[in-house]
């Protein structure tokens, strides 16, 4: 049985690219991605130091690459973190995040942060149930 996306219309429905809920079916394996920022893996250098969108493209890019790496699949992604230096970038975040996710919708929370790692403009963590 797949992990089940709840929704219930006794709590506010979701308003954008996540669930309510998900519910995680064990026994599984499950995988607890750290956040990720954008540091070119094979430089380890900042990529767009002021620009949340190159920045997000390349969070994505190692998050899905670190839960392909831990034998998992975008579907198996069951919560999201977002910490976002500006919630003003929500709505650019928000875009990226949902295109990269190709229409899976984990559970997920956002909240803006006073300062990230090597000041980055967003971080995003994940975990993962099979």
């Not at 690459?65 to 973190?81: F, P, Q, R, S």
């Not at 919630?87 to 803006?112: C, S, W």
């Amino acid at each position: 049985m797949p992990n089940t996306p709840i929704a219930t219309h006794a709590a506010p429905g979701a308003i954008g690219p996540y669930s309510q809920a998900i519910k995680a079916v064990a026994p599984g394996a499950m995988t607890f991605i750290s956040g990720q920022i954008a540091l070119d893996p094979a430089t380890g250098e900042l990529v767009g130091p002021s620009d949340v969108e190159a920045q997000t493209h390349r969070v994505m890019k190692s998050l899905l690459a670190v839960v392909e790496a831990a034998g998992h699949a975008i579907g198996d992604i069951v919560k999201c973190t977002i910490f976002l230096k500006d919630m003003n970038d929500f709505q650019k975040v928000n875009a990226i995040y949902a295109e990269a996710l190709a229409g899976h919708k984990p559970a997920r929370a956002t909240v803006e942060v006073s300062r990230l790692p090597r000041d980055v403009l967003v971080e995003i963590d994940a975990i993962c149930v099979a």
